[in-house]
């Protein structure tokens, strides 16, 4: 029996009718089939967010056929043989059925083919090397992506290690897909070329290992592929830092079940060492970005030290200091180093209290210091410093006439 997408919405949507259309016009029936991650995702019940499109007709033929159905094209790919067409203001990423000639862990020199069943040997894993025509109905090239996928299989296309060779990233990508798609006990011979290959990782772009890492940690539930991460050596040369791995599972743990969220940045810093420097050490040599990097260093900043039973007064304190945003990693991460059983409720309402108050702003300005008195320069700012903090030390008393009084004395009581 064959196999069949049946036809979903994605599938038979207008705008990609017209690229279908446009490519069977140049290169006729069959010539362009779906490819990826839009077949597997439908394949388990997934939402399909890009539509990955593989044809027989060389980049400059699907150019032509393209354009003249009025689409835009956009050479995203060309030496890899990839465009893009834009239809309807949808992307769809269109690439020439290919063959590795070279290929040296980094990049790869390909040559164009017709045949199928040859790109789909050099694709990586048998989930991501199934291809379905328009009508939905499925080519398994391997004769197991379907089933692989439905079960939960990570495996490599052919010999492991030779993919892996191919393409470093590979290795991540198998741990990432395993946190996405893996279900059960990992393929054992996936496992072991991972394992034996793992130092080549070094080898690739800072940009491409930070990529793949943030993805694999915005999974619902990554702890089953990192902890196997840990275990093959891979997490290690990754992080250059033991991992906090009971740390990084509680943290998952509170998000899947208490707080119904994914944060990958933030379970990145679970899985540090509280240590700032060794934070921005790893910020650098993965290239974060600098939003990314400086929040890692806040989230394990050693100040505030946060309990679960703080008053709701010391939190509002804390939360003006640092920021709610901060406050709120801080916390988590605090509640995530703490025994939960017993302090599962505090945390859940310190959170609360945090995302119910907005910090006010000082209710007092630079030129009301000078009409106080005050003459302007460093003083002004010295000033408006010592009322604010009596300012917070009374609970960010909402009464304007109280902080001019506090002006007042404070002004008073300076010697200028």
């Not at 393209?66 to 890899?80: M, N, Q, S, Y």
């Not at 509680?250 to 998000?255: F, T």
Request: charged letters at 25%; glycine letters at 8%; proline letters at 6%.
């Amino acid at each position: 029996m064959t196999d069949s997408l049946g036809q979903p919405h994605w599938m038979t949507a207008p705008q990609t009718a017209a690229v279908f259309d446009a490519l069977e016009a140049e290169g006729g029936a069959d010539c362009a089939r779906f490819v990826g991650g839009c077949v597997r995702n439908s394949l388990v019940g997934r939402p399909v967010d890009d539509l990955d499109i593989a044809t027989t007709l060389t980049p400059d033929r699907v150019t032509r056929a393209l354009e003249a159905a009025g689409l835009r094209v956009v050479p995203t790919g060309i030496e890899h043989g990839t465009v893009t067409a834009v239809s309807s203001h949808t992307p769809h990423e269109i690439t020439t059925l290919r063959r590795d000639v070279t290929t040296d862990g980094r990049r790869a020199t390909v040559a164009f083919t017709d045949d199928w069943r040859q790109d789909a040997q050099r694709r990586d894993f048998t989930l991501n090397a199934l291809y379905a025509r328009r009508d939905g109905t499925i080519f398994d090239p391997t004769g197991q992506g379907v089933a692989d996928t439905k079960a939960g299989r990570i495996v490599f296309v052919g010999e492991p290690e030779q993919r892996l060779r191919e393409d470093h990233l590979r290795n991540l990508r198998f741990f990432r897909f395993y946190a996405w798609f893996g279900k059960g006990p990992p393929d054992p011979a996936a496992v072991a070329a991972c394992t034996a290959l793992k130092d080549s990782i070094d080898a690739l772009a800072a940009e491409r290992i930070s990529k793949e890492l943030l993805k694999l940690l915005a999974a619902e539930d990554p702890r089953a592929a990192v902890g196997l991460m840990a275990e093959t050596g891979v997490l290690e040369v990754v992080l250059k830092t033991p991992a906090n791995l009971g740390r990084f599972d509680a943290l998952c743990e509170i998000e899947g079940d208490q707080l119904f969220e994914t944060d990958p940045v933030l379970r990145l810093a679970a899985l540090l060492p509280d240590d700032q420097l060794a934070a921005g050490r790893l910020a650098g040599r993965l290239r974060l970005s600098n939003p990314d990097r400086d929040r890692l260093l806040a989230a394990l900043s050693p100040t505030p030290v946060l309990k679960s039973w703080m008053s709701p007064r010391e939190i509002r304190r804390e939360v003006y200091r640092v920021g709610q945003a901060t406050f709120r990693d801080r916390a988590k991460l605090a509640w995530a180093a703490s025994p939960r059983s017993a302090t599962t409720m505090q945390w859940r309402g310190l959170i609360a209290l945090v995302e119910g108050w907005s910090p006010p702003t000082l209710p007092l300005t630079g030129q009301e210091v000078m009409n106080a008195g005050v003459p302007k320069g460093p003083m002004v700012g010295q000033v408006l410093r010592e009322v604010e903090d009596w300012w917070i030390d009374h609970d960010f008393l909402d009464d304007k006439l109280s902080v001019i009084e506090k002006l007042k004395a404070v002004a008073q009581g300076l010697a200028y």
